[in-house]
């Protein structure tokens, strides 16, 4: 049985890889390596992934740059008309609860951090392990400092996480880390004697 789910995690990842989206536009501001991230992780072409920047002529840096802060609600939009998902980010090397055991199929996750390039970069991440990374030189971060994680929109969503807050704008919330474990059943009251009517 182990053996059946490690061929299960190899052909998704076969499978991711074979869609895998090189982005086509290098460096700050132009680089759209996030956008071929979820191209990858989706399955799509990288030019259904929207991005601001496209309306951008030519090489006019300022336009790009002052097109930057409307890339993540471009892509929050594209995700809940187009997939019906929402996107939700953090910080650290890992979404919290989602590494999974060594068998069966892997859930394949954006990580984010420094390039080798000097350049904030994104990648496509399975179980702490880089799997694609969109630039052509393939090397990688440095270190992962931030993940995204599709989720689906609807009753689903709240529940990707306990103790996580997700509004309808899909951008998240992280609110204390509850403690896992059993849960215990609640304690029953103690039943109450009817009282005798008075006469």
């Not at 471009?74 to 999974?100: C, K, Q, R, Y």
Request: charged share 20%; hydrophobic share 40%.
């Amino acid at each position: 049985m182990p053996r059946k789910r490690h061929i299960t995690r190899e052909f998704a990842e076969r499978l991711l890889l074979m869609g895998a989206q090189t982005q086509d536009r290098l460096g700050f501001p132009w680089g759209n390596c996030l956008e071929a991230a979820y191209a990858t992780v989706l399955g799509v072409d990288l030019d259904t992934v929207p991005d601001p920047r496209n309306r951008c002529q030519g090489k006019d840096a300022v336009c790009a740059t002052d097109a930057l802060p409307l890339r993540d609600p471009a892509i929050l939009d594209w995700l809940a008309e187009d997939f019906g998902l929402t996107a939700i980010s953090g910080d650290g090397p890992h979404p919290p609860g989602v590494m999974l055991r060594k068998g069966g199929v892997p859930l394949f996750w954006i990580a984010s951090g420094k390039s080798g390039r000097g350049y904030y970069h994104a990648v496509v991440y399975s179980n702490g392990r880089l799997i694609f990374d969109p630039h052509p030189d393939r090397t990688g971060l440095l270190a992962v400092e931030g993940w995204t994680i599709l989720v689906p929109l609807g009753p689903l969503r709240n529940r990707v996480l306990p103790g996580w807050v997700v509004p309808a704008s899909g951008v998240a919330a992280l609110g204390q880390r509850p403690k896992m474990g059993r849960r215990r059943k609640a304690k029953r009251p103690a039943p109450v004697k009817p009282v005798p009517p008075a006469s």
